[in-house]
């Protein structure tokens, strides 16, 4: 989402907030306690899981094995729903021309850097970039060229659905700033 006034740009960034973050902590949480109850239901040899069959199921190694991966699934999914909790990555990029300052915020993780803020001057900005990289996993990124400085990702690399929408974003951005656009 951008917006826009005379002098001022702000562009807010999806953090770990997303669909696709939900979809895939939940198939982690449902998978490994699915694991995690039919490695438990060998060692008690009851069904705790009642289309499976305890007796299937040897407790010495499956069991444990079993319970190891619905173990190590929850602490990842647990991971995962932390990170949408605290919208890890979320924020936003506020250019504002009257103060002639450029503004970058994102959230992190919990601790003595949580806030991350980091300010640049306008006038050392020298180029929008754009890293476009097609195939089986591709990457679409947009970056900021700074003076003296290596360049800085303004967006994540799932962020862009289509190579225009991308275009797009880079263009507004480059008439904003005055600045030329380099890449694709």
Same mark, same amino acid.
């Given at each position: 989402?951008?917006? !826009?006034?005379?002098?001022?740009?702000?562009?807010?960034?999806?953090?770990?907030?997303?669909?696709?973050?939900? %979809?895939?902590?939940?198939?982690?949480?449902?998978?490994?306690?699915?694991?995690?109850?039919?490695?438990?239901?060998?060692?008690?040899?009851?069904?705790?899981?009642?289309?499976?069959?305890?007796?299937?199921?040897?407790?010495?190694?499956?069991?444990?094995?079993? %319970?190891?991966?619905?173990?190590?699934?929850?602490?990842?999914?647990?991971?995962?729903? %932390?990170?949408?909790?605290?919208?890890?990555?979320?924020?936003?990029?506020?250019?504002?021309?009257?103060?002639?300052?450029?503004?970058?915020?994102?959230?992190?993780?919990?601790?003595?850097?949580?806030?991350?803020?980091?300010?640049?001057?306008?006038?050392?900005? !020298?180029?929008?970039?754009?890293?476009?990289?097609?195939?089986?996993?591709?990457?679409?990124?947009?970056?900021?060229?700074?003076?003296? !400085?290596?360049?800085?990702?303004?967006?994540?690399?799932?962020?862009?659905?289509?190579?225009?929408?991308?275009?797009?974003?880079?263009?507004?951005?480059?008439?904003?700033?005055?600045?030329?656009?380099?890449?694709?």
């Amino acid at each position: 989402m951008n917006l !826009q006034v005379d002098y001022i740009r702000l562009d807010l960034i999806t953090g770990s907030r997303r669909i696709s973050n939900f %979809c895939w902590a939940f198939v982690l949480l449902f998978g490994a306690l699915g694991f995690f109850f039919v490695g438990f239901s060998s060692y008690l040899q009851k069904n705790l899981i009642s289309f499976l069959s305890a007796e299937q199921i040897l407790f010495i190694p499956q069991g444990i094995v079993m %319970c190891f991966y619905g173990i190590a699934g929850l602490f990842i999914s647990f991971y995962l729903w %932390c990170t949408i909790f605290l919208n890890v990555g979320s924020g936003y990029n506020k250019f504002d021309k009257k103060k002639g300052i450029f503004s970058i915020f994102r959230w992190g993780f919990p601790g003595k850097n949580r806030r991350i803020f980091i300010q640049f001057l306008i006038k050392d900005i !020298q180029a929008i970039r754009m890293e476009v990289q097609e195939g089986f996993l591709s990457r679409r990124v947009l970056y900021i060229k700074i003076k003296g !400085q290596q360049d800085i990702p303004l967006s994540r690399v799932e962020e862009y659905l289509t190579l225009r929408e991308m275009e797009d974003k880079a263009a507004e951005l480059a008439r904003f700033l005055k600045v030329s656009i380099e890449g694709i």
